[in-house]
């Protein structure tokens, strides 16, 4: 029926009851699949990325989309102070360059084929989908930010499926080899960057 909770009621007042934990937060959001996308930018003309979840459209007119990035990244800064960045939405065969830009060791851009966009960001090879902004404005929310982009162009690829993350694993049926990680089953954005 119309207007009925979704769930149990508690009898608890909500000022009582405590705050979800970290794990909690993950476990339960986990249960939202999402898309997965490579935020890139340029730093004194060496690239800069990371693996991000937290990824949404905000307004059509004018154009801007979000991304949160937890404010730990070593590549945040980077592509922060060029005031510019491309979101590069990621597909259903591309869980190694996730887990590439998803890790904090390692180079991320050695031996890969990416290309310098007309706004001087990298753009990746084989991505669905490539949305070029510049940072537009920058809110502190806990131990994330919240970035918010102006868009200065699409460039969607024809075809493609994309790829999802749902309940700590890619895929809906989690049909995506999982071995394909090396650093083991991810949760949110918090490890990425």
Known sequence: MAGEPAGPVSSERPGTIASPTPQAMRRALGLFAS???II?????GEPAGFACQAFSSVSLDPPMILFCVDRGSRSWPR?????????????EDQVALCARFGSKTGSKFDGLDWTLSRWSTPALPGVILRVHAEVQDVHAAGDHDVVIGLVRELEPAPGGRPLVFYRGKFGLEHDIPQALLPFGLWGWADDWG
Not at 79 to 91: D, E, P, W
């Open 35 to 37: 898309g997965v996308t």
């Open 40 to 44: 890139t930018g340029l730093d004194d």
């Open 79 to 91: 592509i922060r102070r060029s005031g510019r960045f491309t979101v590069n939405v990621l597909g």
